[in-house]
């Protein structure tokens, strides 16, 4: 009795571990990491703030922010935030996206355009960072307003959201 017990708790937790590896592989990319400090009472107590963007080079991305007392915590919980964070976005053949589209994020003005098959990303900073992580291969953007590297990821990301396919918009306005 007890030694198919011992089996079948074999068996569950061998497949937990498969489970757990068939998880698919995330590309993690730093932004940034910068020193910050809190003034008490007792002087300053410095930390680090790290900026990460996670995703798995085929649609899905997101961005984590977090501050620990080191560079490696500090990166390790940003990554855990960025996975909690991700978005699935439309790609479509040509490696692109399927429509001009805007995104804001505090001051920060992001826009999107599609671009021609291997013209590559064109972008700067944050934005062609997360472009890269998602899997998007030509497109043409721009950010306008504040040159903050935090708000200008996120706004990348919330115009990656603003991303609709052509079923998506038949399927909204009952054009089945």
Do not use: G
């Given at each position: 009795m007890s030694s198919d017990l011992k089996k079948i708790n074999k068996v569950k937790k061998n497949s937990r571990r498969i489970s757990n590896t068939q998880e698919p592989?995330?590309?993690?990319?730093?932004?940034k990491?910068?020193?910050v400090s809190k003034v008490t009472k007792g002087g300053k107590k410095l930390s680090f703030?790290?900026?990460?963007?996670?995703g798995d080079e085929n649609g899905k991305v997101g961005v984590g922010?977090?501050?620990?007392?080191?560079?490696?915590?500090?990166?390790?919980?940003a990554k855990t935030d960025g996975r909690k964070n991700l978005i699935e976005l439309p790609i479509t053949k040509a490696l692109s996206i399927p429509h001009n589209v805007a995104g804001n994020f505090g001051a920060c003005k992001v826009i999107m355009r599609p671009s021609i098959e291997g013209s590559g990303v064109i972008a700067g900073g944050a934005v062609r960072i997360v472009l890269e992580v998602a899997g998007v291969k030509n497109v043409i953007a721009k950010q306008l307003g504040s040159n903050n590297l935090l708000n200008n990821a996120r706004a990348s990301v919330c115009a990656l959201q603003n991303l609709?396919?052509?079923?998506?918009v038949a399927k909204k306005r009952n054009l089945d």
């Open positions: 592989k995330l590309v993690e990319r730093l932004i990491i910068s020193r703030r790290a900026i990460v963007v996670v922010v977090a501050k620990a007392d080191d560079v490696v915590n500090a990166f390790k919980k609709t396919t052509k079923a998506q």
